[in-house]
């Protein structure tokens, strides 16, 4: 498989779960879509016709406690953004995702059970080059003390994030991810949604994470981590933030050309900078893969891969480091 061409799943795969807000039965169904698709999502499941929508920039309809997805009609479907996270950072181009209830299921708080999927489906190579979003010049946001920049960087997608909590087990943390199918494999799809206990009541009240438990996320107390499994990584909350942008830029449309910094931030400011970039079409151009420069070296492998780069915020915080 050479990359420089479009890909899309060999067959279908299916997962089953709960929604971490709803805590009902869901189950997705990815499978293959046709040159140029990008993401469809297909809600099955409801009284009538099954709902489809274009995972984009301009589907995107909340983003508080989730990245919600929908049109006129109103929300089609939630917390995507760990299914998305996958099908970019595994290299998917085109991809239907089927769920037959209001959010992706929420599995273990990661993307892990998504690669799983991913890997039984198989990759498939199409007919047309491979699309990217290449990013020409600087393009910030900042919404309070949250702040995130887009910029042009040579060498693939990269993500650079840093979180700051008050609470003192989760305190500072930063991770730098260059993407590709290698990296997000072994770095990054593991890494678990997370919050504060203290946040619950709030949440529960308010309708959210019904489903949420030790089971699909890491969660502390003021002054320990409440999980007795421990943490999958050190810095398992900055791994999951750039989980989350990951998914939230997958919405680009297109595998993006370009270095991402957050600062403090979440879906809210991830979906800003991703909108600011899309409204400003001096800031960015689509190329095809014979027309990115390759760098030599490793870095030239993150290029012609084209292994580029929600919904839901931290389970029991809001969308605010």
């Not at 020409?136 to 060498?155: C, M, N, T």
């Not at 840093?162 to 990296?183: C, H, K, M, T, W």
């Not at 699909?216 to 989980?243: I, Q």
Request: charged letters at 20%; aromatic letters at 6%.
């Amino acid at each position: 498989m050479t990359f420089s061409r479009q890909t899309t799943l060999g067959s279908q795969a299916t997962v089953t779960g709960v929604g971490v807000h709803s805590g009902k039965p869901v189950s997705l169904t990815l499978g293959p879509a046709p040159v140029d698709a990008g993401y469809i999502f297909v809600r099955t499941g409801l009284e009538g016709v099954d709902r489809e929508i274009q995972a984009d920039a301009k589907s995107v309809i909340a983003t508080e406690f989730a990245t919600v997805l929908g049109d006129r009609e109103g929300p089609i479907v939630s917390t995507a953004e760990h299914v998305l996270a996958a099908l970019r950072g595994m290299g998917i181009d085109n991809a239907t995702i089927e769920v037959d209830g209001p959010e992706v299921p929420i599995m273990d708080g990661s993307a892990a059970a998504f690669v799983a999927a991913i890997d039984q489906a198989g990759v498939v190579e199409q007919g047309a080059r491979r699309r990217f979003i290449q990013v020409l010049k600087p393009v910030q946001v900042a919404i309070g003390d949250s702040f995130g920049e887009i910029r042009p960087h040579a060498a693939g997608f990269r993500a650079e994030v840093e979180i700051s909590f008050a609470n003192p087990v989760i305190g500072r943390q930063s991770y730098v991810l260059d993407l590709n199918p290698e990296s997000f494999r072994r770095d990054i799809a593991r890494a678990r949604t997370f919050g504060c206990m203290n946040d619950v009541a709030r949440l529960w009240s308010a309708g959210f994470a019904l489903g949420a438990s030790f089971e699909n996320s890491v969660v502390f107390d003021d002054d320990k981590l409440l999980n007795t499994e421990g943490l999958r990584y050190s810095d398992e909350c900055a791994r999951h933030k750039v989980l989350d942008a990951v998914g939230d830029l997958a919405l680009a449309g297109l595998p993006i050309l370009g270095a991402y910094r957050s600062v403090r931030g979440g879906h809210k400011l991830n979906n800003a900078v991703l909108c600011a970039l899309m409204a400003d079409r001096s800031a960015w151009k689509i190329v095809e893969a014979d027309a990115v420069p390759v760098r030599r070296g490793r870095a030239s492998a993150d290029v012609t891969s084209g292994m580029l780069g929600g919904m839901i915020a931290p389970a029991f915080g809001p969308d605010v480091s």
